[in-house]
């Protein structure tokens, strides 16, 4: 995520911090997530394993909407572009990471 910034910071500030603001958008329901999902548990049956991360999953998406709607709606000079790249790359380095070391 800053790595994308800092590269984002040759097109302005503008476009590094929103760079950094859609890595976060991205960053913070994943914490979420993992956070709700992997608190004890190994102590759940599978069932209730199953439903508890179908809940996370709602919430994480819900934050992430709320998160972009917040950014789109309190800050004024954002460039959406550099936005949406520092999200989608945040979530595509995860993916290859996942993929990668699996």
């Given at each position: 995520?800053?790595?994308?910034?800092?590269?984002?910071?040759?097109?302005?500030?503008?476009?590094?911090?929103?760079?950094l603001?859609?890595?976060m958008?991205?960053?913070?329901?994943?914490y979420?997530?993992?956070?709700?999902?992997?608190r004890?548990?190994?102590h759940?049956?599978?069932?209730?394993s199953?439903?508890?991360?179908?809940r996370a999953?709602?919430?994480?998406?819900?934050?992430?909407?709320?998160?972009?709607?917040?950014?789109?709606?309190?800050?004024?000079?954002v460039?959406?572009v550099?936005l949406?790249?520092?999200?989608?790359?945040v979530?595509?380095?995860?993916?290859?990471?996942s993929?990668?070391?699996s």
């Amino acid at each position: 995520m800053l790595v994308i910034a800092g590269a984002s910071l040759g097109l302005g500030v503008e476009a590094a911090y929103s760079a950094l603001l859609g890595g976060m958008i991205a960053i913070i329901p994943e914490y979420y997530f993992a956070r709700r999902v992997f608190r004890r548990y190994p102590h759940r049956s599978p069932v209730e394993s199953a439903a508890l991360m179908l809940r996370a999953e709602i919430v994480k998406l819900v934050l992430a909407v709320l998160m972009f709607a917040a950014v789109f709606a309190f800050i004024m000079a954002v460039n959406v572009v550099a936005l949406i790249v520092g999200f989608v790359m945040v979530k595509a380095t995860g993916l290859v990471a996942s993929v990668r070391y699996s």
